[in-house]
C-alpha cells in the first residue's frame, strides 16, 4: 500500500512540474458515486451486478489547453452477484484504486478520458442467501490482491468546478486463478474541486 501511495506521489509530482507553463492551470478535489460491478468469467459474457460506491481524491494538471492528466486515489467497492433458483450468490470486493486518466477537452466544459489503473484489494467476503436462514453462509475465498486494466469515458465539468462522468473499467488481471474472473466496472460520479 506504502508503495502503491509512493508511486501515486511521484507521478503527480512529475507530470505537474512538466506542464507546460503557459498553460498553467491545476487543480485538485474530492469525487465519488455509484458503482456497478460485474464480473467476466472466461470471456463468457457477465455476472449479474453489485451496487456498490466508490469515493477519494484527484488532482488535474493541464499539459496544454485542451489534455489534461488526472491521477486519482478511490476506494471502490466491487465484486458481483449470481441469482438462480438456489438463491443469490455476492461477492464483495473493495478495492484501493489509482487510475491515472488522460483526459482531453473538445470544449471548455465537455471532456473525454482514458488511461490504466492498478488497484489492491483490501477486503473481501463471498455471502449465499438462500431465503432461509439456515442455510445461508457467510464464508472468505482468498482472491488475487492485484487489479489492473483500463478505464474510458467521458462526462462534463462546469465553470465553478462541479463535474459529472461515467466510467468503464474493462479489467485485465484475474481475480482468481480459475476461470480467468475479471472486473467490470461502470462509475457514475460527481467531482468538486477544492
Known amino acids: 500500500m506504502k508503495r502503491l501511495l ?19 492551470k491545476s487543480n485538485a478535489g474530492i ?3 455509484y458503482n456497478l460491478a460485474a ?8 455476472t449479474g451486478q453489485r451496487h456498490g ?6 488532482g488535474e494538471s493541464f499539459i496544454t489547453e485542451s489534455l489534461a492528466l488526472q491521477l486519482e486515489l478511490l476506494y471502490s467497492q466491487q465484486g458481483y452477484e ?9 461477492q464483495k470486493l473493495n478495492y484501493i484504486n489509482l487510475p491515472m486518466m488522460f483526459k482531453g477537452y473538445p470544449s471548455n466544459n465537455f471532456f473525454l478520458e482514458a488511461g490504466p489503473q492498478i488497484g ?7 455471502e449465499f442467501d438462500s431465503g432461509f436462514d439456515i442455510f445461508d453462509t457467510s464464508q472468505e475465498f482468498d482472491p488475487n490482491n492485484f487489479d ?5 469515458g467521458g462526462g462534463f465539468k462546469t465553470n465553478s468546478g462541479v463535474s459529472f462522468g461515467v466510467r468503464y ?18 462509475n457514475f460520479s460527481v467531482g468538486f474541486e477544492l
Not at 6 to 24: E, G, H, P, R
Not at 39 to 46: A, C, L, T
Not at 148 to 152: P, S
Not at 169 to 186: A, C, M, Q, T
Request: charged residues 15%.
Open 148 to 152: 489492473w486494466g483500463v478505464n474510458f
Open 6 to 24: 509512493l508511486v501515486f506521489s511521484l507521478c503527480s509530482i512529475t507530470f505537474m512540474s512538466a506542464q507546460d507553463t503557459t498553460t498553467n
Open 39 to 46: 464480473v467476466s468469467f472466461d470471456g463468457d459474457g457477465e
Open 53 to 58: 460506491f466508490h469515493i477519494g481524491l484527484y
Open 31 to 33: 469525487k465519488g458515486g
Open 82 to 90: 449470481i441469482s438462480n433458483n438456489s438463491g443469490i450468490f455476492t
Open 120 to 126: 489492491l484489494a483490501i477486503s473481501h467476503k463471498e
Open 169 to 186: 473499467h474493462l479489467g485485465f488481471g484475474d481475480i482468481y486463478d480459475e476461470g480467468s474472473p475479471k472486473n467490470r466496472v461502470w
